[in-house]
C-alpha cells in the first residue's frame, strides 16, 4: 500500500539557519506532493505544491524539492524565524484522485 | 473569502454517547471531506464527497460514523456511540472545481472519556 513518511523527532535549529524537512514515499508514484503548515490547535494551511516534472518550486523563504528516482521531497526553509515554528505536513494525491493522503508531519522549532 | 467554518470547536463526551460536528465549506467549493487527526498523527480521510454524493468512504467506520450532505453545501459528520479511541480533531476540507489546493477549517476537538 501506498506509504508517506517523514521523520517524527523535532527539527531543532537556531533561528537564521536553514531547515530542511524530509518526505519519503514508497508503492507509489505521485502526479504531484504537496506542502502544509499546521500551527498547534490549527487546522493544515496549504505551502507549496511540486509536479513530478519539476525539480525544485520556490516561493519566497520556501524550497521544495521533488526527486522521482529516490522517491523524496525535500523542504527548505532560508533564514529561518521563530515564527516558522510548526509542524509541516507532506501529502500527495491517493490513487488518481484529489484525496490527500498525509505524513504525520515533522515539528520544526526555531530557537531565537 | 470567508474560509472553512466548523463547529463546535470543542465537545467532551462520554464514551457510548453521540456527537455531531457540522462544516460550511468555501462558497461554491463542490468538494467536501472530512478527516480525522489523533495526537501526533497526519490527518486521515474518513469520508469525501462532491456535491450532495459520496465519491469515497472507505474508511469511515460505518458501524458507529456516519455523515451528509444533504444540499450539497454543509455537512454534518456524526458518531454515535463514541469510543475512547475516537479522541481525535475532526477537520472538514474544501476544493473548488479548478485546482488541486484544498482549505481546511479550524477543526473539531473531540475527547471521549
Known amino acids: 500500500s501506498q506509504k508517506i513518511e517523514q521523520n517524527s523527532e523535532a527539527l531543532n535549529i537556531q533561528e537564521g539557519k536553514t531547515a530542511t524537512l524530509t518526505c519519503n514515499y514508497t508503492n507509489y508514484s505521485p502526479a504531484y506532493l504537496q506542502w502544509y503548515r499546521q500551527d498547534p490547535g490549527r487546522g493544515p494551511v496549504f505551502l507549496l505544491l511540486i509536479r513530478e516534472n519539476e525539480k525544485e518550486k520556490r516561493k519566497e523563504r520556501l524550497k521544495v524539492t521533488f526527486d522521482t528516482t529516490l522517491k523524496q521531497s525535500l523542504f527548505h526553509i532560508t533564514a529561518s524565524q521563530p515564527a516558522d515554528s510548526a509542524t509541516y505536513l507532506c501529502?500527495?494525491?491517493?490513487?488518481?484522485?484529489?484525496?490527500?493522503?498525509f505524513g504525520r508531519g515533522t515539528s520544526l522549532i526555531v530557537h531565537p | 473569502e470567508a474560509g472553512v467554518a466548523q463547529s463546535p470547536r470543542y465537545k467532551i463526551i462520554e464514551k457510548r454517547q453521540s456527537v455531531a460536528f457540522w462544516c460550511n465549506p468555501i462558497s461554491g467549493h463542490a468538494t467536501l471531506y472530512w478527516y480525522q487527526q489523533i495526537l501526533g498523527q497526519g490527518p486521515k480521510l474518513l469520508i469525501q464527497f462532491q456535491n450532495n454524493g459520496v465519491v469515497d468512504d472507505s474508511q469511515l467506520p460505518k458501524d458507529r460514523f456516519s455523515a451528509e450532505r444533504l444540499k450539497g453545501v454543509d455537512s454534518t459528520l456524526k458518531i454515535q456511540p463514541a469510543k475512547l479511541e475516537d479522541s481525535a480533531v475532526y477537520l472538514c476540507a474544501s476544493r473548488g472545481s479548478s485546482g488541486n489546493t484544498i482549505y481546511f477549517g479550524e477543526g473539531s476537538w473531540l475527547t471521549v472519556v
Open positions: 501529502a500527495f494525491p491517493r490513487g488518481g484522485s484529489y484525496i490527500p493522503t
